[in-house]
């Protein structure tokens, strides 16, 4: 099967070049050089105060700044449907407890049929519970529950011709719900995190995995990397699938530098070093890589792109 490089956008939809600019010429030059995918991130409001339990930061102290923009995913994503032509549409991701389910259900519907069928569903339980508390939501310890319970309500919504649906959190029934997604049997959905309740959650609705990989404390390594595949391979024939249906990604921030460095993080280094750690994962059967390349600004995204696609790409693809 043929490698595929995604990359997070996340620069163009939240900090100081965040806007329609940013949004759409990055998307576009993504396309262009061959990005299979391009991912943004969920947040709805920042809060000001916020305790320590982001999972993807040494001492889990939140990066967000509430004095800087947050372009919402899915209104992205809606107006990137229309500006590009072939590439996928993705969230890394969707926080799925923020939204009504419904209503949810029927932007990714819409979504997926106004992109020509190009929407993969990125889903994630969330962490942030001050964020929770501002949206008027009392369901954060049940978090996990209520997003397995939504993705299935989404299933069912976007594959049966009548609907019906009777959860602990909601309950559908007698409507008609169109259109539906372009893709069937419906858009792939990826689960985020690498937690052993999101393993599960893979197992019990998951198209595909994307944990965040060299952002610490959650470093996973390739020697990690494929303990956490084995895990996942247990769950999957305990929930009676076959353990190659689910597809797996790693997502880091990658940083090509022109000379070598002793020692180096993994993915930070030359284009023959970094081509190297790609293959160490390449060796444990992934072959869906996120990247997350640095920019200041339109310019030095751009080209951190450009310079990623056309001299590591090659190496290894």
């Not at 996928?88 to 949810?104: A, K, Q, W």
Request: some cysteine.
């Amino acid at each position: 099967m043929d490698l595929t490089f995604g990359c997070v956008l996340s620069q163009a939809a939240y900090g100081p070049m965040a806007g329609p600019t940013a949004i759409r010429t990055l998307a576009q030059r993504a396309e262009t050089l061959g990005f299979h995918t391009i991912w943004f991130a969920d947040h709805i409001v920042i809060p000001r105060h916020v305790k320590p339990f982001y999972p993807y930061e040494a001492g889990g102290a939140s990066p967000f700044d509430a004095a800087q923009p947050f372009y919402e995913p899915l209104s992205v994503l809606n107006f990137l449907a229309g500006c590009t032509e072939r590439i996928r549409l993705g969230m890394h991701v969707l926080i799925i407890p923020y939204r009504e389910p419904v209503f949810t259900a029927k932007i990714l519907a819409t979504l997926d049929a106004l992109s020509g069928g190009r929407l993969t569903l990125g889903a994630g339980a969330g962490w942030m519970e001050e964020e929770f508390a501002a949206l008027g939501l009392s369901n954060f310890a049940e978090r996990g529950a209520v997003t397995n319970e939504y993705l299935l309500l989404f299933k069912e919504l976007w594959t049966k011709e009548n609907p019906e649906f009777h959860g602990k959190y909601v309950k559908v029934s007698d409507v008609g719900f169109l259109p539906k997604p372009i893709q069937r049997p419906h858009p792939p959905i990826w689960i985020g995190g690498h937690s052993p309740a999101e393993l599960r959650r893979v197992a019990l609705v998951g198209d595909g995995w994307m944990p965040i990989a060299l952002r610490p404390p959650s470093l996973l390594r390739p020697p990690e990397m494929e303990d956490k595949m084995a895990r996942l391979r247990r769950l999957l024939r305990d929930a009676g699938r076959a353990e190659d249906e689910v597809a797996i990604s790693v997502t880091a921030p990658v940083v090509v530098t022109k000379t070598l460095a002793s020692p180096r993080p993994l993915l930070h280094g030359t284009p023959d070093e970094i081509a190297g750690d790609l293959r160490q994962y390449q060796a444990l059967g992934i072959r869906n890589f996120n990247v997350n390349l640095p920019g200041a600004d339109i310019a030095q995204q751009s080209e951190a792109m450009d310079q990623f696609m056309r001299e590591v790409v090659p190496l290894v693809a």
